[in-house]
């Protein structure tokens, strides 16, 4: 059990995070059977702020090394992204809103226009 309560599913032969996010998922599933949307694809990664590496340096055979690593990227997993009406949504089948969460929701839309859709 996580530290907001939810309980993992393994369902379809795959891993939910929550019976919310399992729920959300067969809706979506009968919606585009029905043909109200399309592309319906789960755990799709968005970069938000790219991996940071310090200065490249010039290898003895003279090829470039980049160098070490300083931060790690910055990334958003959104739950589902499908077409309705020939606009992507990205949606993401929310219980708690943390902080980190709230930052990732803003630099989606700075980043990429997009907002995410709470379910």
């Known amino acids: 059990m996580s530290k907001?309560?939810?309980k993992k599913i393994q369902a379809d032969g795959q891993t939910f995070d929550s019976r919310k996010e399992y729920g959300?998922?067969?809706?979506?599933?009968?919606?585009?059977?029905?043909?109200?949307?399309?592309?319906?694809?789960?755990?799709v990664k968005y970069v938000l702020i790219p991996a940071q590496y310090?200065?490249?340096?010039?290898?003895?055979?003279?090829?470039?090394?980049?160098g070490?690593?300083?931060e790690r990227e910055?990334?958003?997993?959104?739950?589902?992204v499908y077409q309705r009406d020939g606009k992507t949504v990205v949606e993401d089948a929310k219980g708690v809103r943390?902080?980190?969460?709230?930052?990732?929701?803003?630099?989606?839309l700075e980043r990429y226009g997009i907002r995410i859709l709470e379910t």
């Open 24 to 43: 959300r998922w067969c809706a979506l599933r009968l919606m585009e059977r029905s043909g109200e949307i399309t592309d319906l694809r789960r755990q």
């Open 98 to 108: 943390t902080a980190a969460y709230k930052i990732k929701r803003k630099l989606m």
């Open 4 to 6: 907001y309560h939810s």
């Open 74 to 80: 910055c990334a958003y997993i959104a739950d589902f």
């Open 68 to 70: 070490p690593l300083l």
């Open 54 to 66: 310090g200065p490249s340096t010039v290898g003895p055979r003279g090829g470039v090394k980049r």
